[in-house]
Structure formats: C-alpha cells, structure tokens
C-alpha cells in the first residue's frame, strides 16, 4: 500500500465561490494530490477541504493553499458564525494508510516552518503536534479569535512556534497539526434559538457546563476549594459542542467535532442530541456531515438502527449506508451522496473495467468472449461469493422468522459473517484477473539484452507467484462458508435447505475451481521451495473442504425429504 495522508485544513471563505476554487485549483496544482471534498458554508464564512496524498505531496499542497488564502481573504473585513483566527483557520493532517504518527506531525512541523518563514504569518502547532500540552487543544490556542490576537500574541505564553510574533493583519494566525480522524457533525433542530441549540449542545459535550447554584444557566456558579468553577459533564466522550443559528436553513444546530468515533460514533452522538431535545420540547428532525467521513461510521450506524428494530444486522454495506443516511437525516438540508462524502469511495479510482460491477449478463459475455480474463480463477471467487450469499440469505431469513425473536442475534451475527464473506470474494473476483493480466505483462517486456532477459524472468516468476496466491486466497476465504452453512443447515429455516444446499454446491465448486488455478499458475513457478509450500497448502484446504462437503451435504439430502 502507498503512503497516503490526509489534509482538511478550514478557509475563513464561504461566500465568493471564486476564492475557494482559486484556493482549491492551488491545491490541486501539484502532482499526485486528490482533492475529495470542497464544503463551503455562507453563515459559517468558511469552507472546508479535504484532500489526500503522499506526506511530501500533501505539505506541499496544503502550503500552496495556504499562500493562495493569504493572497485572497483579508481576515480585517470578515465575518462568520463559526469561530476563527485567520485566512486558513487550521490545517490538521490525518494518517490514512502506512503514515506513522512521527511522520504526520513532521508533515505539520515542516509546513508550519514554511508557513512561519515564508509566509510570515504565525504558526502554532496542535494536537499531537503541539509543542506543549497547554497548546494541544484548538479552541485553548483559538479563544480570543482573530480580534483578540493582536493583544494575545504579545503574550509569552502565546509566542508563535514559527512565524513572526506579530499578528499578522490581513492573514491572521494559522493553527497546524497532526490529529485522529475527526468527524464534524451538525444535527438540526426544530428551533431558531441559539440559545436553546446551546442548552442541548452542553447537555452532550464532554466538557458540559458550569454549575450553579440554583441549576439554571444564569445562576451563581458553584466553586471548587481552589476557587475555580465547577462543571458538570455532558453526555458524551471526546465531543465538543456549541449551538448556533444557520440562516440559510432557517434553523439552529448543534455543532459538533467528534474527536473519536470508535468511542463516540456518529449514530451515539445524534441519539444524545435527539434524547436531550426532546426533554426540552424540542426535536432532532435531521443531521448534516461537514466534510467527510470513514466509510465505517455509516455501516456501524446501519447495524445499530437495526438492533434498535430487532432486525438482523446481515444487510450489505450498500443497505447499511442507506438506513443511516435516512435514520440521521443526513438528506434533510441537501442531498447526501456517499460517493462524494464518503472518503474511501471517493480515494477510489473509479474501477470503470472492475467485473464486479458489471450485471449479471455483461459479466457473462465478458467471461465467454475471446478474451482470456475473466477465467476460471474470477469465476470460481464469484461462485464462492454466491455460496457464502445463500448462507447469509438463510440466516437472515431465519431472524426474521415470526416466533423466533430469541434466536436473533445468533442468525445476525451468521447473516453478518456471510456478508464479510461474500464482500471477500468479489474482491477476488476481480484480483485474480488483475494477477492474470499482470502475468501477460511480465511475458510482454523486452528480452533483447541480456538485461532485460533476466528482468522479464524475474517478473514472470514474481507474476506467476501471485497468481498463484490470489486462488489460494479464495479457498481459504471460501471454506469459511462451510461454519455458516453448517449452521444454517442445523439450525435454519428448514423452508430454505435447498438454498444451504445450492450454497454448499457453490463452495465446493469455488474450492476446486481455485485449486486448479493454483496447479496451473504453480506450473510456471522455479522456486521448489515456493511451489512446495503452495501445494502443501491448497491440498490441505481441497481435502478439508472434501469431508465438510460430505458431511453437510448429507444432512441436506435428510432434510429434503
């Protein structure tokens, strides 16, 4: 896998559409980045963009973007709803594949010293980047904004980690760091009041609110024995939260910044506000992403409202997305699109050649056509994928079985694995072409010197070796099916036997279909090492996948009657 980062950093521009797609073609600029997202907000003033790339890449992306915002926003004649201290706002980085946590916050330091020194506009590092703890936390190094900061920067507890300790006037300071994946999410109230979005905003934040002496916002707060005042927590972990009045939707929000989703998913925080609204007489009607998110967060959400219906959470991803877009309301104020929102559907490339998305006749015309690809090996994983989608059809069959409520969460969690299963083997489908073609490539380079001999040998021999281990890795993904079918066929609907059956057939077939495409591609292989340890391998699986055959397809036939 590449080196691939991530980079959102905020402009305080939500207005002229202009300077953001000056800024954003900045971006764009260098070679190897891909801008996934461009979120501007007209109350807010401010857009937010998200691009990837390689770390070196990535630095220099988000510093031409910086440069471009300072030439274009003058930060002395704006205005927003939404908090700031400069022409770029901040600028995290996120580790998205094979960066380490030392290389990201290198990324923030040698953008910060580039920003500081080149820029001349003042630097202050955050988050695991920070350079002290006091530091870490945005809105501490924000508090004060931009019209705060020509006083605070004269601070020595406020001198810039790079940069000029002068406020800058036009540009502002900017905050850069190195940060975990941060989800900003906004859920919609039935309210104009920014007041009442606050109380419900305090009621789920981590950091809650003051308290006081007679329980209301206005009263005297309460103070701990060293004078400070004393909080009471919200809700919610690693949320941080404030109401406000969006005008171009008419409605107020609670905004949020959801540090860490694994603790604090998305589906957890718009329950929070919904419960809180609700026991002031208000209701959450909808949700809205800023930005983007992992892909994981709407799939988690999809099998949690499902639990919350007491169905099987077995549903395909495509599902699982689409419930929770309509469970949040995430469509509410505009249409949500999980090709643009969604980070790894838009760091795809798009597969126009991918098998798996053709139908189920062009996939059928492609395979009989003149070409050598798909062959056996694409086909077998597809059939394996179509044994281990009939054990999960079974099992979610089975969960919805009126008067079997009991056994729910044991045909979910069988229908959940047939899923897994079924989303590995098209994977394969189209991997075991790519290792075929991959083979006729290494046969296509020159041989004319002796050079080049000795390359296209090598090639052929490092071609043929994962050609040889794609097929193997469909019979070690589809013999996995045989533990759901077994269930299904003990324990499943006995309407859908005949089903368990057709998927035991479909495994089978997949199996010794793969391990023949092992035996061809071994053929081709030098290494006897190599060739000994595949072989040893497949023909264990074959021989473990000949007996649970055996077995199950004899109590199919029992059961057929």
């Known amino acids: 896998m590449q080196k691939l980062i991530e980079c959102v950093p905020n402009f305080s521009e939500g207005r002229d559409l202009n300077i953001v797609r000056q800024i954003t073609a900045a971006i764009e600029s260098v070679e190897g980045v891909s801008l996934l997202d461009v979120d501007p907000g007209a109350s807010t003033n401010r857009t937010v963009v998200t691009f990837v790339g390689s770390p070196a890449t990535a630095v220099e992306a988000a510093f031409r973007g910086i440069q471009k915002a300072a030439e274009l926003i003058d930060m002395r004649k704006q205005k927003g709803a939404h908090p700031r201290m400069g022409a770029t706002d901040v600028c995290p980085f996120i580790p998205v594949s094979e960066v380490s946590w030392e290389e990201a916050i290198e990324c923030a330091k040698s953008l910060g010293k580039r920003v500081g020194e080149e820029l001349k506009i003042p630097v202050y590092l955050y988050e695991r980047a920070a350079s002290s703890p006091e530091r870490s936390n945005l809105p501490v190094i924000r508090a004060g904004e931009y019209e705060g900061f020509f006083e605070k920067i004269k601070e020595p507890a406020w001198t810039p980690d790079f940069g000029p300790a002068v406020f800058n006037e036009k540009s502002g300071a900017t905050v850069i760091g190195a940060r975990d994946f941060l989800v900003a999410y906004n859920v919609n109230l039935n309210t104009k009041s920014t007041r009442r979005a606050n109380s419900v905003a305090f009621d789920v934040r981590e950091q809650g ?154 996939f059928c ?89 000795a390359a296209r040998s090598e090639a052929i021999q490092s071609a043929n070796r994962y050609a040889a281990e794609i097929p193997l890795r469909v ?75 055996k077995k199950l397809y004899q109590i199919v036939e029992s059961k057929l009657g």
């Not at 506000?273 to 959400?301: D, N, Q, Y």
């Not at 759901?484 to 077939?509: C, E, F, H, Y």
Request: proline share 3%.
């Open 475 to 549: 019979m070690e993904t589809a013999s996995r099916a045989y533990d759901l079918l077994a269930a299904m066929a003990q324990k499943g609907n006995p309407a859908s036997i005949s089903d368990v059956g057709v998927g035991l057939l479909a495994t089978r077939a997949c199996i010794e279909g793969a391990a023949m495409n092992v035996r061809i591609n071994l053929s081709g292989l030098k290494d006897e090492a190599v060739k000994s340890d595949l072989r040893e391998k497949f023909q264990k699986i074959s021989a473990k996948s000949a007996c649970e055959f």
């Open 209 to 362: 609110r003051f308290k006081t002496e007679d329980g209301t916002p206005t009263g005297k707060k309460v103070l701990d024995e060293k004078g400070d005042p004393v909080r009471v927590p919200g809700m919610l972990k690693h949320v941080k939260a404030i109401g406000w009045y969006v005008e171009e939707y008419g409605m107020a929000q609670v905004s949020m910044n959801l540090t860490n989703i694994e603790e604090t998913p998305l589906h957890v925080a718009f329950d929070a506000c919904a419960k809180s609204a609700a026991e002031r007489g208000m209701r959450a009607t909808g949700s809205e992403i800023v930005g983007m998110l992992p892909k994981k967060a709407l799939v988690e959400a999809g099998k949690y409202f499902l639990r919350k219906q007491k169905w099987s959470e077995g549903a395909a991803e495509e599902e699982l997305i689409d419930l929770a877009i309509r469970s949040m309301g995430l469509s509410e104020l505009k249409p949500f699109d999980p090709k643009e929102k969604v980070i790894e559907f838009k760091i795809a490339e798009a597969a126009k050649n991918s098998l798996v998305k053709m139908n189920l006749r062009q």
């Open 365 to 453: 015309n492609e395979t009989l056509s003149d070409s050598p690809a798909p062959g056996g090996g694409s086909v077998a994983a597809l059939m394996g994928a179509l044994g281990a989608s009939l054990g999960g059809m079974v099992a979610n069959l089975s969960a919805g079985k009126r008067g079997w409520d009991e056994q729910l969460e044991f045909f979910s969690e069988w229908a959940v694995q047939g899923q897994q299963l079924k989303d590995e083997l098209l994977s394969l489908v189209d991997e075991d072409t790519a290792a075929f073609n991959q083979v006729m490539a290494a046969f296509a380079l020159p041989k004319d010197s002796a050079e080049e001999k």
